[in-house]
């Protein structure tokens, strides 16, 4: 019998070598250019190890993800992934972890904080827009050439995240860091057209939701 569409997919055949938090970082780097993320649920207990949930806020995210990552080389290993057999699922497997108490709890502190930080929000908005605006006045992007010049990325971000982000454009050739500095990297295609596409769609993303990344052309 068919599993019916739904908001979460399940993952499986994830690399069980990675440490958990890496790993959740990783899956939303991956797939939050699917839409917006509620939920990514990766527990290392034995009945869970080389699995994961991610729970989507539209329906028509989750469909998008499973077709178009199905397979994707994931830490070396190809994702297989499915919707998840009802939404619940998430929850009946975190039973195992959270007590029904501790869970209601759980809920009621991330609704006060997702309340506290939507409070804070606009603020911060406002200013994010004019800092970027006025940097934009300031450093003008060099000219067009088929290397990426990355910064503003978080402390957490490595090689594999930034891969599995630009990969998915035409043309990506490698991610280059810089020893010692964890806020820049460069990342290279095969001709400047390719690496404009890649630019134009990545210009913002947030890794994490601090840090959105700035992109311009590299300096020849």
């Known amino acids: 019998m068919d599993i019916r569409p739904n908001h979460t997919i399940y993952i499986n055949n994830v690399n069980d070598k990675i440490k958990k938090e890496e790993l959740k970082r990783s899956l939303y780097a991956l797939f939050s250019q699917f839409g917006q993320i509620v939920e990514i649920v990766a527990l290392k207990t034995m009945k869970m190890r080389g699995q994961a949930f991610v729970v989507f806020k ?25 919707y998840a057999k009802t939404d619940s699922d998430v929850i009946s497997k975190m039973r195992g972890t959270f007590g029904d108490k501790d869970k209601k709890k759980e ?5 006060q904080e997702q309340a506290a930080s939507a409070a804070k929000k606009p603020a911060q908005g406002s200013t994010n827009v004019q800092t970027t605006s006025s940097q934009n006045q300031q450093a003008p992007d060099n000219p067009p050439n088929y290397i990426l010049f990355l910064n503003n990325l978080p402390e957490e971000t490595n090689e594999m995240m930034l891969s599995m982000l630009f990969n998915q454009f035409p043309g990506f050739k490698e ?20 690496a404009g596409t890649a630019r134009d769609a990545l ?14 052309y590299a300096k020849k």
């Open 175 to 194: 991610v280059r860091l810089v020893p010692g500095r964890h806020d820049i990297a460069f990342v290279e295609f095969e001709s400047e057209g390719q």
């Open 58 to 82: 539209e329906l028509a995210s989750a469909t998008n993800a499973l077709r178009q990552m199905q397979g994707f080389p994931f830490y070396n290993k190809a994702m297989r992934i499915q």
């Open 203 to 216: 210009q913002g993303f947030r890794i994490t939701s601090s840090n959105a990344m700035k992109i311009t």
């Open 107 to 111: 809920k009621k502190k991330k609704a």
